[in-house]
């Protein structure tokens, strides 16, 4: 059983601009009392081919932690356009929410991230050097993918961790249209719904990228 459980987790300030913050506001139950703190840490995925893009972009500790159900907002800075190539910066990417204790990562929350002009103008004839000032992400917060790695959380008897389990899926009643954009290099299945409760609370239209392995398949518990 795992000391923590991950209850909710909402995605704020949701479409926004490429270069505002990024916040959510997490919820978690602390079953056991954990003397060392939990690590929570921010990644966005900078290519579909090629993971040295990925950017961490913010991890905080937060402990020690009693008994009881916690909320707090992270937030994290944007990425820095800089160090994405210029054909990466619009299109479908993936961003990585993890929570670890010990450095022994227990649970990960993947979301697409759609980055577009918001101009229609923009749109149909995008510029040939890429006006990031214009550019607005939108999380796909509907489609989220958790997955728990069960871990010892006793310093005292720290074992190696099994293979990394995904919660089961959970039906929903909203419509797909999903459109596939692949990559021969990194692989991942369509991101789904699962037991923690997400707030629905973006456009119902998905866009799906295959990427590496990021987000594990998922494996019924």
């Known amino acids: 059983m795992s000391a923590v459980n ?25 079953l056991l009392p954990l003397k060392d703190d939990l690590e929570w840490k921010l990644t966005y995925v900078g290519s579909a081919e090629d993971e040295t893009y990925d950017q961490l972009l ?17 937030e994290a800075d944007p990425p820095d ?22 450095g022994q990562e227990f649970v990960r929350v993947g979301y697409y991230v759609n980055n577009d002009y918001e101009d229609e103008h923009l749109k149909e004839e995008p510029p040939h050097k890429v006006l990031i000032d214009k550019v607005q992400r939108n999380i796909l917060a509907d489609k989220p993918r958790v997955t728990k790695f069960p871990i010892n959380f006793h310093p005292e008897n720290i074992e190696q961790s099994e293979q990394p389990q995904d919660l089961p ?8 249209h999903q459109q596939t954009v692949a990559s021969p290099q990194r692989n991942s299945e369509e ?5 923690c409760e997400i707030k629905n609370d973006v456009k119902e239209e998905t866009e799906t990228v295959l990427l590496k392995d990021h987000l594990p398949p998922v494996v019924s518990a």
Do not use: H, M
Not at 81 to 102: F, H, M, P, Q
Not at 191 to 195: E, G
């Open 81 to 102: 356009a800089l160090k994405i190539r210029e054909e990466d910066i619009i299109g479908v990417t993936v961003l990585l929410l993890t929570c670890s204790y010990l």
């Open 169 to 176: 899926e959970i039906e929903t009643e909203q419509e797909e």
């Open 191 to 195: 991101l789904n719904p699962v037991d």
């Open 58 to 74: 913010e991890s905080v500790l937060v402990g020690p932690i009693n008994v009881g159900n916690y909320r707090f907002v992270f």
């Open 6 to 30: 991950l209850t909710n987790v909402s995605v704020l300030n949701n479409p926004s601009p490429f270069l505002s913050p990024f916040q959510f506001e997490i919820s978690y139950e602390c």
